[in-house]
């Protein structure tokens, strides 16, 4: 079955520095990657997405890495600030599968 | 426009006694999604309604729970009766059922504690 992943439960930065929160994956079927974003007390909230016709999008600040080789997928967080603060789930989907998630890495950003 | 409601936002119960969730989704979307989040893990699939249709039930834990979606609006989750391993934090997603449908709309959750 599916399964996500993350590589790291907790990572600690500086403000100003950039973030990297990495994931994997392992259906090799999955075409669909979303990074969620969920702050204490409230939901998860869309950030970016990417297909697997694609190894690069970027957003606002946000840009989200696809290695379909590995299975591997990162999204990487620029000048992070203290609102980036949160817990990162990264989210796969193949198909008419359901969009499963991974365990999620806090980001904690140190003023 | 308002977004995912679930109601109530925190629940305590003791173990044997019954708990219904309760999640308005955005208005127009037929995607309608519970999942399950126990503390420090993965944000678990529980099930996913089409409308008032049960799409996909694989991730129920058992016959404890029970959801419904009368009608194709608001969907409720029932627990019956808790055991303590039902503690977690209870999410509703919602999604358009056209293109796009992937991006999932949450909720901000029901945390269940069960005593």
């Known amino acids: 079955g599916e399964s996500v992943g993350l590589h790291l439960p907790t990572l600690s930065v500086q403000e100003g520095d950039n973030s990297i929160i990495n994931c994997a994956y392992s259906n090799s079927a999955s075409d669909y990657f979303i990074w969620y974003k969920q702050e204490s007390g409230k939901g998860p909230q869309f950030i970016i997405d990417?297909?697997?016709?694609?190894d690069k999008r970027q957003g606002q600040r946000v840009t989200v890495l696809l290695n379909k080789t590995v299975k591997h997928l990162s999204l990487q967080i620029a000048a992070t600030q203290p609102g980036d603060s949160a817990v990162y789930f990264c989210?796969?989907?193949?198909?008419?599968?359901?969009?499963?998630f991974g365990t999620g890495t806090k980001l904690q950003v140190i003023p | 426009e308002a977004g995912v409601t679930q109601f109530p936002s925190h629940s305590v119960i003791e173990k044997g006694q019954t708990v219904t969730l309760r999640c308005d989704p955005i208005?127009?979307?037929?995607?309608l999604y519970w999942y399950r989040r126990v503390m420090g893990k993965e944000i678990k699939f529980l099930l996913h309604?089409?409308?008032?249709?049960?799409?996909?039930e694989s991730g129920m834990p058992n016959n404890r729970f029970l959801a419904e979606r009368t009608g194709g609006t608001y969907s409720t989750l029932k627990v019956q009766p808790a055991e303590l391993e039902d503690s977690g934090v209870y999410f509703c997603a919602s999604s358009p059922l056209q293109a796009g449908g992937e991006k999932l709309f949450f909720g901000s959750g029901t945390q269940l504690s069960v005593l």
């Open positions: 309604f089409v409308k008032e249709s049960k799409q996909d």
């Open positions: 989210a796969s989907k193949g198909g008419y599968q359901k969009v499963t």
């Open positions: 208005s127009g979307h037929d995607n």
């Open positions: 990417i297909r697997s016709n694609m």
